[in-house]
């Protein structure tokens, strides 16, 4: 696995420790700590967009923090799930996959 695939991984689980964060700080310590792995997320994210594409860096970032912060809702605060977040949590998943397969393609030449 290319280096920068794990700064994508360390990058995602960077923020969903901070997306914790905000939903259970209650002293300015608690932000102190938030606010270093905000900076250590971005740090990760830098590095990850050194030698991948920035606009799949990005989605895939925004997309597992949109997917992680919804299971995080549905499973550690009680969260109602419906068919439709169900639906359109799918949709951000495909789209995320989908920008993996398009570089893929281009990557391989067969993209012109």
Request: proline letters at 1%.
């Amino acid at each position: 696995m290319n280096r920068s695939w794990i700064y994508v991984i360390l990058t995602c689980l960077s923020e969903f420790l901070w997306i914790y964060g905000f939903h259970n700080a209650t002293t300015w310590w608690h932000w102190v700590f938030i606010a270093g792995f905000i900076l250590l997320d971005f740090q990760f994210l830098a590095k990850a967009c050194e030698n991948l594409p920035t606009g799949t860096v990005y989605a895939i970032f925004a997309g597992a923090g949109t997917v992680g912060t919804f299971l995080m809702d549905v499973f550690l605060f009680d969260e109602e799930v419906s068919f439709l977040k169900i639906f359109f949590i799918l949709l951000v998943i495909g789209g995320v996959v989908g920008l993996k397969i398009s570089d893929n393609i281009k990557s391989e030449g067969v993209d012109q």
